[in-house]
């Protein structure tokens, strides 16, 4: 079976200061790993996927996270926060077999200080 | 285009009470999907619709029911709403080609609460 970890259910970064969000997954099979963002009050939109092509893999704002199979873990990074940064952000997996059933991890609430 | 529409946007049952959630996308998109939302838990699947005619459980489907009346629109009925269904439920879409990890498009989400 499939399942997402992410650690940390909230993360508190300084305006400036580099961002990390944590997300590890299990899948007996190869996955595709998946980022959103969920800004208060709306749905979920798209940060970035793995597909296999390459192991960092860039998205929209600024993000970018990395694909390590040896470690399970998809971390989101970002250089440098902004105070738009601030939203709940989703890891999820799906198999590649059926690439409808996503499995999200529990949400990390990300805050940006001034 | 409006992507993915959802209604209503909140509503409040008594227990034992039937709605029916509404979803409808304009995006021309094969796969839809209904999740709740709950704190500390993420996003839970709890049915979808591969291709119009289909329709599939997910992780918790228990209590709901779903239609997937056209190409369009697939809804989401609560027959007899219990306290544990407060929740947010969202409704997605995505372009359900074979091959690939595809992109979920999301609705901006129904709060309902079941006093």
């Known amino acids: 079976a499939q399942s997402v970890t992410q650690l940390g259910s909230h993360v508190s970064v300084s305006e400036g200061a580099l961002v990390l969000l944590r997300c590890n997954y299990s899948s007996s099979v190869p996955p595709y790993l998946f980022w959103y963002v969920q800004y208060p009050n709306q749905g979920l939109q798209l940060l970035l996927k793995y597909t296999s092509a390459a192991t960092l893999v860039k998205g929209i704002n600024g993000f970018e996270a990395e694909f390590k199979k040896s470690e399970t873990s998809f971390h989101l990074t970002k250089p440098s926060a902004h105070m738009r940064d601030a939203a709940e952000y989703f890891c999820?997996?799906?198999?590649?077999?059926?690439?409808?059933?996503?499995?999200f991890g529990q949400g990390t609430t990300l805050q940006v200080k001034p | 285009n409006a992507g993915v529409t959802q209604t209503p946007k909140f509503q409040v049952l008594k227990t034992g009470q039937s709605m029916t959630l509404q979803c409808a996308q304009d995006m021309n998109h094969n796969s839809m999907y209904w999740y709740r939302q709950d704190p500390g838990m993420g996003l839970r699947l709890i049915y979808y619709?591969?291709?119009?005619?289909?329709?599939d459980k997910g992780e918790v489907p228990n209590g709901y029911n779903v239609s997937r009346l056209n190409k369009r629109e697939f809804s989401l009925r609560l027959e007899s709403a219990a306290p544990s269904q407060t929740s947010v439920y969202f409704c997605a879409s995505s372009p359900g080609l074979a091959g690939g990890p595809e992109t979920q498009y999301f609705g901006p989400g129904t709060r309902l609460l079941v006093l």
């Open positions: 999820a997996v799906s198999r590649s077999s059926n690439t409808g059933k996503l499995i």
């Open positions: 619709s591969a291709s119009e005619g289909t329709t």
